[in-house]
């Protein structure tokens, strides 16, 4: 049993006050307590002063509700966070109502969604709030009954006093418990005693969900809302040069046509602020038809942009950021990153010697994986209400990195940041996309234009062509062998368009497994904006490190899991050098795992084809086996197992579709997910010409397996979608007897079939 | 069986490269009124006879249920019924709606209780959601033809929704428990 202190840094993070009209509010910080190190964003954060984030509310007719403070994106946090409240509360979890807390800084500290992190770091504020509303109702019902607090119980939302038979529930005792002070200390359940965690509940907005409420931010309205959509540059490296509104203003139900400026051009921007079109032309009008139709027609000229030098405040470091002139093409990119590759690249990582061992290997296997931007493709496109008047600016929208954004919005309309209010809505899925909040700042400039409330929409076009991609990348991996064929050194050097995906990672394994071990990294400059995609950079590196691996495996005649197990022995027992990154353990333990539930080295059938790949990322480790069979020459994936260990599972039901979507989700963008650029325009604008997966195209089954442990629980939107694009590719392999080296791996199966040499 | 399959599929997949949008004159300010009737009730609209549904829905008449994805009959976010059809409404102008019937998901029942509504609630389908109205609106139309649908037949009804959070084996699991209630 963990005993958890209520104040941190002599701060308590509780406070408790009586409701108007008696009850109980006890609000809690979410930042104070829990400081998980790793994600830049929270090192920067921790030291914010942040006030209450949450609430607990009991009223005196005994109706409890949780705030949960998270933006919901589909990761199931809004009802996650609230069951982990009310198991320690001590509830019945089918009385408790769960609302979405407003976002406020002032009042809820940090909200951020991204980085799998929003059960792991509020796992312990959340239940040591619970535990102490409920001890002090049980301290109230003491006083009340006169019997001594440890003879107390409660059970479902009930106080009970076995001896004397008196009980009471939560709301006849929840105004006087609010009159007490916050107890220091308090207990919290054992984990094997959880009624409430690790079971399965269905998702809290479930039913609103399925009969369609307006819970998305493009559903949100008010009366007198116009709405705007923006047209930007056709293409990255250029700019507004001039436009004429003359005809489109006479368009039906059009209100007026002007530009604005996102940011001014010494702002330094913050980690999620972006000026990808710092211009755009705005249409504003009554309807959304009337506005695309305005949007079509209206005429407008572009420029080049000249190299531009960017003012960057990362975390209150001062930098500038070079974005180069140029009409930027696929084909280029790729042979650009060829090129670079084979200059000095920036060390990140030596054990050992390397070179040395390189130069003495009997045998060296030298592969090269590249994959392409990817656009994120939320189902909901960007979108965003405003309404900004001189006494205050109303925000409400889906962002995954509110406070963030709501700085940029206060220092664009020059408002003290008091002013600025935001209403998170759901979000239409997030994947990383909506935590660039450029389109909540264009919305306010709209309104405080229009002095109106407007709704700025992105179409699907806009939405797939303004960039914020993940970015390309392309790594090439070595491994030396001596005579008798044992693996002596590795070397992966990576990097990509605008960001190499390896900084950070080069600690993760098999460093630590291999004596001789190199890691370097370099870039190459893009005028094409990237971002955060789901589990960031991992994304490739998991998908060509393990796909190497598979090779090396077999180059060493060792049984893919056997191999990997072997490597994960060794960095347990004798580990090479220091700060890995993971714990080989839990490494080995879902790989064991995978092995045994989909039946790895049983006979299968024939015509089956199997891949595995294990990866750790986001503080979760995650395994999948693909089961693939080929029908006229195209994939079908009859199964997949997974195996993840992401701690405690707070929710079964939830977490077991998380990473069924992470499965779909991989698969598709292994397959299909490809953004290219020509002149600097993307090639892709709508789902006629970006594939994405679809239902005939998904796992017939996906059977998922957690590691049961008392770890505290970690992330888990993001680990298991790394690895499936290996499994994938290792299992395409065993399929075809071809090693797929560059994503999308669709367009080789198609040449494939139709006879032609497949590339790579 | 296949001819309403066929029926079913060939409504569903209206070709894009009948883009509303260019075939309207760009002066064209002609305002028309229509009598609609939706979820049961009649509705009046005053609006440009091109508009799609989509708008109509979600513009003019606040149901906010039906989704915009992509506006070109490809990711099924949209789609309502039409006398019990599942179509793509943001491919439908208003002008050619006439007396037909359409139901939304605001209208599918009248608690929540369509055995397609229930079967996704107790899947727990929904991962963020904003796909699913257009899920059900397609199944709830597939079983409607099809009570007894074979994987095959979900796969051919149901792949014109997208759904970029990946929940298609709940989908289909649902599906198939909805079959038989
Ligand atoms: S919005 Fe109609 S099919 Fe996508
Ligand atoms: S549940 Fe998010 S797009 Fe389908």
């Known amino acids: 049993m963990d005993i958890e202190k209520t104040s941190y840094n002599r701060r308590s993070f509780l406070k408790v006050s009586v409701l108007s009209g008696g009850g109980m509010l006890l609000g809690f910080s979410l930042v104070a307590q829990s400081k998980p190190a790793g994600l830049k964003v929270q090192a920067a954060l921790s030291g914010e002063g942040a006030e209450l984030t949450s609430f607990i509310r009991i009223t005196p007719q005994g109706q409890i509700a949780i705030l949960s403070p998270n933006p919901e994106f589909g990761q199931n946090v809004k009802t996650a966070m609230p069951m982990i409240v009310a198991e320690e509360l001590d509830v019945d979890w089918k009385t408790v109502v769960v609302e979405q807390a407003p976002f406020n800084t002032r009042l809820y500290g940090r909200q951020f969604t991204g980085g799998s992190q929003g059960i792991r770091q509020y796992w312990k504020s959340l239940r040591t709030a619970g535990a102490s509303a409920r001890q002090m109702l049980m301290e109230a019902a003491a006083q009340a009954w006169k019997v001594p607090v440890g003879e107390i119980t409660t059970e479902a939302g009930v106080l009970h006093h076995k001896t004397s038979g008196k009980t009471a529930g939560y709301g006849a005792m929840a105004t006087e418990a609010a009159k007490l002070p916050v107890p220091k200390e308090v207990k919290l359940k054992a984990v094997d005693t959880f009624k409430i965690l690790s079971t399965p509940r269905q998702n809290v907005d479930g039913m609103s969900i399925v009969t369609g409420k307006p819970l998305f931010s493009l559903d949100y309205r008010q009366p007198g809302m116009l709405i705007a959509m923006m047209v930007h540059p056709p293409g990255f490296g250029q700019k507004l040069k001039s436009f004429d509104a003359t005809a489109v203003r006479k368009m039906p139900g059009i209100r007026d046509v002007f530009s604005i400026k996102i940011f001014q051009e010494d702002y330094a921007q913050e980690i999620f602020d972006t000026r990808t079109f710092n211009e755009l032309v705005v249409i504003v009008g009554r309807s959304t038809w009337e506005v695309m139709q305005a949007k079509k027609k209206l005429p407008v000229q572009w420029e080049p942009i000249a190299d531009t030098v960017e003012k960057q405040n990362a975390f209150g470091q001062m930098r500038d950021k070079i974005v180069p002139a140029g009409l930027e093409t696929t084909d280029a990119h790729y042979a650009g990153m060829k090129e670079r590759e084979a200059q000095p690249a920036k060390e990140l990582r030596r054990d050992g010697d390397p070179e040395t061992a390189f130069r003495q290997a009997a045998k060296v296997l030298e592969r090269t994986y590249t994959a392409p931007f990817l656009a994120h493709n939320s189902m909901e496109p960007l979108n965003c209400f405003a309404h900004v008047t001189a006494e205050k600016a109303f925000l409400a929208c889906g962002i995954q990195a509110p406070e963030f954004t709501e700085r940029a919005i206060a220092a664009r309309l020059g408002m003290p940041i008091e002013k600025i209010d935001i209403q998170l809505t759901r979000m239409g899925g997030g994947f990383g996309r909506k935590a660039y909040g450029h389109y909540m700042v264009e919305a306010a400039l709209i309104s405080q234009k229009m002095k109106a409330p407007v709704k700025l929409i992105y179409s699907r076009e806009d939405d797939m062509t303004y960039g914020i991609y993940r970015p390309m990348y392309r790594m090439t991996f070595r491994a030396a062998f001596d005579a008798a064929g044992n693996l002596t050194a590795f070397h992966v050097r990576g990097g990509g368009i605008p960001e190499s995906p390896l900084g950070g990672s080069e600690n993760n394994f098999p460093a630590g497994a291999i004596d001789h071990y190199l890691a370097d990294e370099w870039t190459f400059p893009s005028n094409i904006t990237v971002g955060a995609f789901r589990a960031p950079r991992s994304n490739f590196i998991a998908v060509a490190q393990q796909a190497f691996l598979d090779e090396v495996a077999e180059t060493m005649g060792k049984d893919p899991i056997g191999f990997r197990l072997e490597l994960l022995e060794r960095a347990k027992t004798k580990p090479v050098g220091k700060n890995n990154t993971y714990e080989a353990d839990r490494y080995a333990g879902v790989l064991k795992l995978v092995r045994d539930k989909s039946g790895w080295g049983q006979s299968s059938p024939a015509n089956l084809h199997r891949g595995v790949a294990v990866y750790f990322c986001h503080n979760s480790y995650a395994a999948h086996v693909v089961d693939l069979s080929m029908k006229e020459g195209q994939p079908v994936v009859e199964k997949v197992t997974s195996a993840v260990d992401c701690g405690i599972v707070v929710n079964p039901e939830a977490a077991g579709n998380m990473v069924e979507g992470a499965v779909v989700d991989g698969i598709g963008n292994a397959l299909f997910g490809n953004l290219t650029v020509k002149g600097g325009k993307p090639q892709q604008s709508n789902f006629d010409n970006y594939r994405m997966i679809r239902h005939n195209e998904a796992p017939k089954v996906i059977e998922v397996h957690f590691v049961k442990n008392e770890i505290d629980p970690t992330g888990l939107g993001e680990p298991p979608f790394p690895p499936v694009i290996a499994a994938l590719a290792n299992a395409l392999y065993k399929a075809t007897g071809k090693r797929l080296y560059s994503q999308p791996f669709q367009p080789a199966l198609d040449k494939r079939n139709t006879g032609q040499p497949v590339q790579g | ?181």
């Open chain 2, 1 to 181: 069986m296949w001819k309403v399959l066929e029926r079913l599929l060939f409504r569903v997949t209206v070709s894009p490269t009948s883009r509303l949008a260019e075939r309207k004159s760009f002066y064209s300010t002609l305002m028309a009124t229509f009598n609609l009737k939706i979820n049961g009730k009649l509705q009046k609209v005053e609006v440009d006879p091109t508009t799609p549904m989509l708008w109509v829905l979600r513009d003019h008449l606040d149901l906010q249920g039906t989704k915009y994805g992509c506006g070109i009959a490809q990711c099924g976010a949209c789609t309502v019924h039409l006398d019990g059809i599942a179509v793509r409404s943001c491919q439908l102008p208003v002008s050619a709606v006439g007396k037909q019937a359409v139901t939304t998901i605001e209208g599918l029942s009248a608690h929540g209780d369509h055995p397609v509504q229930k079967a996704w609630i107790e899947h727990d389908v929904a991962q963020c959601g904003y796909c699913q109205a257009g899920q059900i609106m397609s199944a709830a139309s597939l079983l409607k033809m099809n009570p007894r649908p074979s994987d095959a037949d979900i796969d051919a009804a149901m792949s014109g929704n997208i759904c970029r959070c990946g929940t298609y084996t709940r989908i289909k699991a649902a599906i198939r428990s909805a079959a038989n209630r």
